[in-house]
């Protein structure tokens, strides 16, 4: 099978380009996405511009030169990128593609709703792919609480209604900082995830916004659709699974070009999430 015809949806939380003890990481990032290079990545908890010295490859001296995070992943990797900024920060999302590969144009940027000092956006990208077309959506919902994070899925879906977006092929990526269904973890790590928040006095485990995604508007999930039967998968340092790489019931209809061949995830020193990522063939007849 030639290359040419899969197209890698991946999905990142860089948590502000460091790893678990906010020690700044851009290189590990580079190495664990190199390793698995994608056609479209979606970043979450990015800050941009964040610039960062430059040091000689040879003496490891630092240079006068300094670089930006996101810029040097894109130029790194021969990507463009279109970067959601929440509430006019420097904190937010990106999506980065292959520009050999596709085309790419932004069509939908907003803001949604949140508490004051927890900015959230999202953003969508439709692709030409060998005059073929589809969109991909990144974004990052509320990290406290699943009845903020539902209103900001009614916000996001009222946009994607207004934009026609539902009746295209698509992709739904990111943070959604939400578990999936109970039955995919074992009782003895559930009864272990809703101890530890108990003990640090989060939410416990709600599902409404993955039954709203999968259930209401009919998205698969694609880590479920190859692992059915797999349990306790986990996307963070919580272990739990709060990363998805949805998409939309079109891609799967008898029609559709597009057949999933896998969806794993990446083990990453560089951040506090793992990278995820979903392959697709796809079959332009």
Not at 61 to 83: I, P, V
Not at 119 to 144: A, E, M, P, Q, Y
Not at 152 to 168: G, M, R, V
Not at 218 to 241: G, L, S, V
Request: some cysteine; aromatic content about 16%; overall charge negative.
């Amino acid at each position: 099978m030639e290359s040419k015809n899969l197209i890698k949806i991946a999905s990142f939380n860089v948590h502000m380009w460091s790893d678990r003890d906010d020690t700044f990481s851009i290189e590990r990032f580079k190495k664990t996405i190199e390793k698995n290079l994608p056609d479209i990545l979606c970043l979450q908890e990015v800050v941009c511009p964040f610039v960062f010295p430059i040091y000689d490859a040879i003496d490891q001296q630092q240079s006068e030169e300094c670089e930006d995070a996101l810029k040097y992943l894109a130029n790194t990797f021969g990507m463009e990128y279109h970067f959601y900024p929440s509430y006019q920060s420097d904190f937010g999302n990106a999506i980065l593609f292959n520009k050999s590969k596709l085309k790419g144009e932004q069509i939908l940027y907003k803001e949604v709703s949140s508490k004051k000092n927890d900015k959230r956006s999202f953003g969508v990208v439709s692709f030409d792919f060998n005059s073929f077309t589809f969109d991909v959506c990144c974004t990052h919902l509320d990290h406290i609480s699943e009845e903020t994070r539902l209103k900001q899925l009614d916000e996001i879906f009222n946009s994607f209604k207004e934009n026609q977006i539902f009746e295209k092929y698509h992709f739904f990526v990111g943070d959604f900082n939400s578990l999936s269904l109970a039955e995919d973890y074992s009782l003895q790590n559930w009864e272990k995830i809703e101890k530890v928040r108990r003990k640090n006095f989060w939410e416990l485990p709600k599902l409404d916004v993955y039954k709203r995604i999968t259930q209401k508007e009919n998205y698969i999930d694609c880590w479920k659709k190859i692992h059915p039967e797999i349990k306790d998968e986990f996307t963070c340092w919580a272990q739990t699974r709060i990363d998805y790489i949805f998409a939309s019931q079109k891609v799967f209809q008898t029609e559709s070009p597009f057949k999933l061949l896998s969806s794993y995830s990446i083990n990453s020193n560089a951040s506090d999430h793992k990278l995820i990522i979903s392959e697709f063939l796809v079959d332009l007849k």
